[in-house]
């Protein structure tokens, strides 16, 4: 819809400046993107995490500094917000962040087809994958190597982590099966007598390379995933395991 009569920010009605304060946070999300997608391309995938993980430590402290100076927070502004509200913010976080990759995937599938969908899906985990591997080692200050003990912690701290159910199983101290009890997409489907999502593809490399990004010694096998066939209780299970 044309602005009439808006020359400039200044002259945005109050609903209007919203739209484009998301707007701008929009442009800024895809610009951090942009700068990593190109510094992958510029250096290899290893170096660009570590250059991203150098620029996180200097930009957020400034960007949160900025923010609480707006919103006029005191130093331990935490304190202000309960620990229910922002659970329900982590929860929304997540369900927003599953939810808009299920707009790329549609959108992309409508002006194309499903398969070049699935093509960008696969390449986008192959580097996201690694991305949250590197993020959630660096927040629980995980080692290099920090075997199946630190992979079972860090699957745990996974974005899906909050919004689906999944559980492990042992088979002993070199292997264990980790199982998707609840996936949010597949149970909606499953609500809609859809089959299932054949997402296998997806979560070789989404698996794989997070296993992978844990520690360089684990390998990831497919127990199963749709369109395989599977139990009631769980959509897809996957077998982690050390090798020397």
């Keep these: 819809m044309e602005r009439e009569g808006r020359n400039g920010i200044e002259e945005l009605n109050d609903e209007e400046l919203v739209g484009f304060i998301l707007d701008v946070f929009h442009r800024a999300v895809i610009h951090h993107g942009l700068w990593f997608s190109e510094v992958i391309h510029?250096?290899?995938?290893?170096?660009?995490?570590?250059i991203a993980f150098q620029v996180k430590k200097k930009s957020i402290p400034l960007q949160v500094e900025r923010l609480k100076k707006i919103f006029s927070l005191p130093q331990d502004y935490t304190a202000l917000i309960s620990r229910e509200r922002l659970l329900n913010l982590l929860d929304a976080l997540a369900?927003?962040?599953l939810a808009n990759d299920g707009i790329w995937f549609q959108t992309v599938e409508s002006v194309r087809h499903m398969n070049d969908a699935k093509r960008c899906n696969d390449?986008?985990?192959?580097?996201?994958?690694?991305?949250?591997?590197?993020a959630i080692k660096d927040f629980l200050g995980l080692p290099v190597r920090p075997g199946l003990e630190g992979l079972k912690r860090a699957l745990k701290f996974r974005i899906y982590a909050r919004i689906n159910v999944q559980s492990i199983v042992e088979e002993g101290p070199d292997r264990f099966i980790f199982f998707m009890n609840d996936c949010r997409v597949q149970s909606a489907r499953k609500r809609r007598n859809l089959p299932d999502y054949?997402?296998?593809s997806a979560g070789m490399v989404e698996y794989g390379r997070f296993a992978e990004f844990i520690d360089d010694r684990i390998v990831c096998e497919c127990i199963a995933c749709p369109p395989d066939s599977h139990p009631e209780d769980w959509f897809c299970g996957w077998r982690f395991s050390l090798q020397e």
């Design 198 to 200: 054949p997402c296998k």
């Design 42 to 50: 510029q250096e290899g995938l290893e170096k660009a995490l570590d």
């Design 123 to 134: 390449s986008c985990w192959a580097k996201f994958s690694p991305f949250e591997a590197r």
């Design 95 to 97: 369900i927003n962040w």
